[in-house]
């Protein structure tokens, strides 16, 4: 889907996304877990790529961590600002992130790259390594399929990626791939998270 | 390998092996949480499958679990008994746990499966999937690779497998996969586990 497409369309459901999801209370233990983890293992700055409702960019400053969420939707940043004051969000894209070359130890990409076209995939990652140090960390989370295809989110269309290709993709953006983790629930959409080293 | 052939590649290193790879405190702090995790989320007895010097039983055994270790090495279930006397142990093969059919809550199967010839996986899955009852679950740790193939290991020639190829023998053998996670420490070969429920 364009930029505009998948704005427009979290912009008619921001409060409705936000009431569902934009807890982390809400959200899997293991990706708690998980996430808590990654940015424990990372000296510097993070960055929440695609924060929606900001909900985890504050479980990071809560944490300790000097952390900024962006998001394409300005609805997502401006709700952000006024449920979490004391985090920093501002309104940007993979087009263009707005942090300087290799300006970050860290980025969540947290379920941020599941509406872009496939193909535009490579040019998301390709801005996501040149914000990030070498020796810095992305910790990627979306849906896992068998084959990368669309499907009818209920937001916008999204796209299922095989851990494998996605992996392929990080390691022709520049990085290295650490953990990749799949887990099944009930009555969930498979999911699939990837912890990948910026090499250089 | 045959079933001989690793149980005296094993008998003979057994004290290395044990003074090396033999204590929690020497496994991964991630394995170590998965292991609890997984084990916390059963009700029932548990079989730890190939359970070598024992540590994995015990810390089981610590945790409260009713659990049981059985491995093709009598060194090594010797070695195990001593070192965790309050921990049951016997000798026992994939070709039968001696576990009546249904009878286990869950069976921990950590690096278990490595050393069998991959076409001799299938009928080892059925019969940890015989002992599991329905609804029950299996843990199984392996080496992560891109194909099935045979390697060097110090003890005797183990096989990566690729998880997409381990889950599905699983699935023949009755289990729908769960969880599937994959990570790569720097200086060691690479790591999966997965978790299985027994379906039927």
Chains 1, 2 share one sequence.
Do not use: N
């Amino acid at each position: 889907m364009s930029i505009s497409e998948v704005r427009a369309a979290y912009t008619e459901r921001a409060e409705e996304y936000i009431s569902l999801l934009g807890s982390v209370a809400d959200t899997h233990e293991l990706d708690r877990e998980l996430i808590t983890r990654w940015a424990a293992s990372l000296d510097g700055p993070l960055l929440d790529a695609g924060c929606g409702p900001g909900h985890w960019t504050d479980h990071l400053r809560r944490l300790g961590h000097d952390v900024e969420g962006v998001d394409l939707t300005p609805a997502f940043v401006a709700r952000a600002a006024e449920r979490f004051p004391a985090v920093p969000f501002r309104v940007a894209s993979f087009d263009d992130l707005g942090v300087p070359a290799a300006g970050l130890a860290g980025i969540l990409a947290w379920y941020s790259l599941i509406h872009l076209e496939p193909d535009r995939v490579p040019s998301a990652l390709d801005e996501l390594a040149r914000c990030i140090r070498p020796g810095g960390s992305l910790l990627l989370g979306f849906f896992d399929g068998v084959s990368i295809e669309p499907f009818a989110h209920k937001v916008v269309t999204a796209y299922f990626w095989p851990p494998t290709a996605m992996a392929q993709r990080l390691e022709a953006a520049g990085f290295a791939v650490e953990e990749v983790h799949t887990r099944t629930d009930p009555g969930r959409r498979p999911h699939a998270a990837i912890i990948a080293r910026r090499t250089s």
